[in-house]
């Protein structure tokens, strides 16, 4: 038996130093680098980082590199030589859209395409889990296992990290309480935490609904501007309260909150994906820009959450059918998709139309 962290909670510890701008040093196969998020870095730790020599890279994603006309020699991931004069200045700019037309033209960029590009690729998927920007500045090191034991910094075997980067985190029940609400007063809420130390989730039980036969449920990704704030600009406000009325009306189902807020890209990123919207880009370019997916979410969690509530065939209320596959892929039958049709405004007209030519969603 020992004290030592697990490679899980490891993760965990790097994705808050990284949040925190502090360097986690990452080792595969005798290699190692020191990585920090571009997002959180500053002069003085990129100082440090200069006098230990080597080159440093700007390591970013294809999206990225594509509105940048950078070469992404590794397919998913460029990795962009730090030129020798460039500060902090540079690091963000390359890094973070928001200045993209006032400065278009950020370049000359020199991408690496010798040797690997794991150690890189993984300090990008640490930033995003972290909800920074997808953009690691990473240092080539001799030796890893002494730089982060002189330092105090985390250090990652990325033989035991990679699956754990891929895979879905085990859920488990925390507590559930009754919960009269609006749409029902036979309601319960329930608690579901993840094992690495992410967002907790939660499952909203109208009434009792049977587990021997199909469930009504809506699979939410929490929204704060639109559930809590009323925002006109998109149609979760009036999907939750929608989707939580016609349960109520029924008398029975399952509304999931899943903190994957902005499409899994966390409220931070969202609000940059709006200021683009601003720029005049829709959300998938703004997505794009910012050098994430169209859709970062892993529903993986809500089917976790659906097992281990005993359910096994549901009725989907959603318009989007990628939530039908995926359910369907993580041994959920859904018998069938409920439409949910509301909460179109003039304002959001143009985010719902992108949804429906770009994401496929049917509305």
Known sequence: MSLRPSIVELLSRARADLRMGVPVVLTQNGAAVVAVAAETLDDARLAQLRVMGGDLVLAITDRRAETLKARAYDGDVARLLVPATAGMAWIHAVADPADDLKVPMKGPFQSLRDGPADLHRAAILLAKSAHLLPAAVVLGVQNGLLIAAENALTLIPLAEAAPELLRASPLHPVVSARLPMQAAQAGRLHIFRP???????????????????????????????????????CDCGPQLRGALGQMGAEGAGILLYLNQEGRGIGLANKMRAYSLQDQGFDTVEANHRLGFEDDERDFRIGSGILREMGVR???LLTN???????????GIEVVERVPLKVGH????????ATKAAKSGHLL
């Open 313 to 315: 065939q549901i009725r």
């Open 320 to 330: 989007n059918p990628a939530k039908v596959r995926m359910m369907q892929a993580n």
């Open 195 to 233: 094992e690495d130390g992410g967002e907790e989730h939660y499952a909203v039980e109208i009434g009792k609904p049977a587990r021997d036969a199909p469930v009504l449920v809506r699979l939410h990704s929490a929204c704060f501007t639109g559930d809590v704030l009323g925002s006109l600009k």
């Open 345 to 352: 405004t003039a304002q959001n007209a143009a985010y719902l």
